[in-house]
C-alpha cells in the first residue's frame, strides 16, 4: 500500500502544518490539491498498520457501495451473473487499486452519487452538486462531473458543485493560513507541471496523452494528436447526450461513459483508474444481445484481452510489450464506442 503511505504521511504533515509536496519525497511526492489532504486526517492519527487495515476495509465497502448502487441504477439486472463477471473482467484493476491503497473506488462512488441523484432522487440538484464538489475536491479529474452537469443545464446543480469545492480549499486556512495555503496551491501547481511529463512514458500510464507520447516518444509531439482525439471523444459524448434526450434513465449510460472517458482525459490517467468502468461493462452484458454477432465477438475478445493482460500469463518481455503499446488505452476506448452504439441503437 505505497500510495496509502504517501496518504499517511500527508495526513500527518497537513495536521502539523508542514509542506505537503516536498521534493524529496522523489516519485512519492502527493499530487493532489491540499483540500484533498483533509481526508487523511483521521487515518494520520492512527498507526500505520492500523491505518492501512481501515483504509482497505472502507476501499472494498466502497467497491461493494458502487457495485450496489449500479445495480439500483439498471434495474433490468437480474441475478448475479452481470455483476460477476464484470468484477471478474475488472479484477484486476481492483486488485491492483486495493494493493496501492488507492482513493478511486471512492471517487468512483461519489461520482456515481451524481448520476443516482439525476436519474432517481427527489433532491437531484443539491445531492448531484454535493457529490460532484466532493469528488473533486478530493480528485480534480472528477470536474468532468461539474462539465456534465453543464452540458445537461443543471445549473443549481453545477452552482453547488462549484461552492462545494471553493468551499473545500478554504478547509487548508485552518491549517495552514491564508498565505500558507496560497503558498501550498502554488506548490501543487509547479509539481504537477514537472512530474506530468516525466510520467507520461511509465509503462502504466493510459491517458490519451500517454498513449500518443508512447508511440511518438515526446509529448510535445503527441500533444497535436492527442487534442485531435480528445475532442473528437468530446463531441462524440456531446452527441451521445443530446440523442439521450431528456429521458432522466438516459444519464445512466452518460454517467457510466464519462467514468470510462475519466482515466483517457486525465493526463496521468493509470491502468488502474479503468476500475471506474465498472459501471459501463455492466451496461454492455445487460445489453449483450443488442450487439450484432460480429461486435459481440469484439466485445468478447476485448473483455478477455482486458481480464487476462497480466504479468502472469503473459511473462515479463510480452508484459513489457503490451503496456508499451497503451493496448488498454484501445481496449477502454472501444467500450466507450460500444456505449455509444447502444445509445444510438436505443434512441432509433
Keep these: 500500500m505505497d500510495d496509502f503511505e504517501v496518504y499517511h504521511r500527508t495526513g500527518q504533515r497537513f495536521a502539523a502544518g508542514e509542506s505537503l509536496y516536498q521534493t524529496g519525497d522523489g516519485h512519492y511526492m502527493f499530487k493532489y490539491l491540499p483540500s484533498s489532504a483533509a481526508v487523511y486526517l483521521p487515518f494520520a492519527a492512527l498507526p500505520m498498520e492500523a491505518a492501512k487495515a481501515l483504509w482497505f476495509a472502507l476501499s472494498i465497502a466502497a467497491f461493494a457501495g458502487a457495485l450496489t448502487l449500479t445495480l439500483r441504477l439498471l434495474p433490468d439486472v437480474r441475478g448475479p451473473l452481470v455483476p460477476l463477471l464484470s468484477t471478474l473482467i475488472l479484477a484486476k484493476y481492483l486488485l491492483h487499486e486495493l494493493r496501492l491503497g488507492q482513493i478511486n473506488t471512492f471517487v468512483m462512488l ?19 452538486g454535493l457529490s460532484a464538489g466532493l469528488a473533486t475536491a478530493v480528485k480534480p479529474y472528477a470536474a468532468l462531473f461539474i462539465a456534465y452537469l453543464a452540458v445537461k443545464r443543471r445549473w443549481a446543480a453545477m452552482a453547488i458543485a ?23 496551491l502554488r506548490l501543487w501547481r509547479e509539481t ?27 509529448p510535445a509531439r503527441a500533444a497535436i494528436p492527442a487534442i485531435v482525439a480528445l475532442v473528437a471523444l468530446a463531441v462524440l459524448f456531446l452527441v451521445v447526450v443530446v440523442r439521450g434526450g431528456n429521458n432522466k434513465d438516459a444519464v445512466v449510460l452518460e454517467g457510466a461513459m464519462l467514468l470510462t472517458l475519466t ?26 444481445k443488442v450487439f450484432p454477432l ?40 472501444l467500450i466507450v464506442f460500444a456505449l455509444a452504439y447502444l445509445r444510438f441503437k436505443q434512441a432509433r
Design 263 to 288: 482515466p483517457l482525459v486525465s493526463p496521468l490517467g493509470w491502468d488502474y483508474n479503468f476500475l471506474m468502468a465498472l459501471p459501463a461493462v455492466m451496461i454492455l452484458l445487460q445489453h449483450w
Design 110 to 128: 461519489a461520482s456515481l452519487a451524481v448520476v443516482w441523484a439525476l436519474a432517481r432522487s427527489q433532491k437531484p440538484d443539491l445531492i448531484a
Design 192 to 218: 504537477l507541471s514537472a512530474s506530468t511529463p516525466v510520467l507520461l512514458n511509465n509503462s502504466d500510464a493510459i491517458s490519451v496523452l500517454a498513449f500518443f507520447t508512447k508511440w511518438l516518444g515526446d
Design 294 to 333: 460480429p461486435l459481440r465477438v469484439l466485445l468478447a475478445i476485448n473483455f478477455a484481452v482486458i481480464a487476462l493482460a497480466l504479468y502472469d500469463t503473459l511473462g515479463r518481455a510480452r508484459y513489457a510489450a503490451f503496456m508499451s503499446w497503451s493496448v488498454t488505452t484501445i481496449n477502454f476506448v
Design 162 to 184: 462549484l461552492t462545494a469545492t471553493a468551499a473545500a480549499q478554504l478547509v487548508p486556512v485552518m491549517f495552514y493560513g491564508v498565505d500558507g495555503t496560497i503558498g501550498q
